[in-house]
Every structure is written in C-alpha cells, then in structure tokens.
C-alpha cells in the first residue's frame, strides 16, 4: 500500500490543523494505522493510532486530550485533527500502516510494528 500524508503548515500556538493520509488500494479497512512525528534532531515519536475497524484508539501522553485519530474507511482516509497546538509539536509527521491482528493501543506505538510509511508533512507551529 502507498501512504500520501498532506495538511501540514505554518500555524501559531493555540491553532488547530488536520492531517490527512490516503492510502492506495482496496484493502485500507484492514489495516490498523498510526501517526509519528519526528522533530529535527530528534527520534522518532509515536503519536496516535487506531484500529482497523476504527474501534480503538490510542495516544502518546503528549498529545491526549489534544489531538483525535479518525479514519474513512470508505475514503481509504487517516486523519489527525490537532488542536491547541504547542511549538512543541513542530516536526514532520508521518502516517504508518500495519496489515496484521491488531493487538493493543499500545503494541502499536512502536514503530518497529507498521509495515508501510507515508513521505511525511511538516507542521510548524511558532509561539
């Protein structure tokens, strides 16, 4: 499967902005998907994922309460919606994919657990 992550920008503390990740192929409803982020310099960070079905979600302490993982199964769609948006949570924003039995929120915060990569997009958010 072929990830397309878009939505990302320049916005200022306290702005809202949503991710997209649209996926090639048929089979999207059977994959359990999840968003990252990698600032620069920094690792890799899991951010939110959810389940197939669209049933589970699961978030990084960072972003709970903030931002929400939604899918569109019918859309072969992943969004992030971002709200009150920190400088913290610039970086470049990836969507991952995982075609397997989905686990727990959890299992699916590491990376090493998600077969395909979106190119990333980059969001900025100045103070």
């Known amino acids: 499967v072929q990830l397309q992550a878009s939505g990302g920008g320049l916005v200022q503390a306290g702005d809202s902005l949503r991710l997209s990740c649209t996926a090639s192929?048929?089979?999207?409803?059977?994959?359990?998907m999840g968003w990252f982020r990698q600032a620069p310099g920094k690792e890799r960070e899991f951010v939110a994922t959810?389940?197939?079905?669209?049933?589970?979600?699961y978030y990084a302490d960072s972003v709970k309460g903030r931002f929400t993982i939604s899918r569109d199964n019918a859309k072969n769609t992943v969004y992030l919606q971002m709200n009150s948006l920190k400088p913290e949570d610039t970086a470049v924003y990836y969507c991952?994919?995982?075609?397997?039995?989905?686990?727990?929120?959890?299992?699916?915060?590491?990376?090493?657990?998600?077969?395909?990569w979106g190119q990333g997009t980059l969001v900025t958010v100045s103070s």
């Open positions: 991952a994919a995982d075609e397997g039995s989905y686990y727990s929120g959890r299992y699916y915060a590491n990376h090493h657990h998600y077969d395909y």
């Open positions: 959810i389940r197939e079905s669209g049933v589970n979600t």
């Open positions: 192929g048929r089979t999207f409803s059977r994959y359990n």
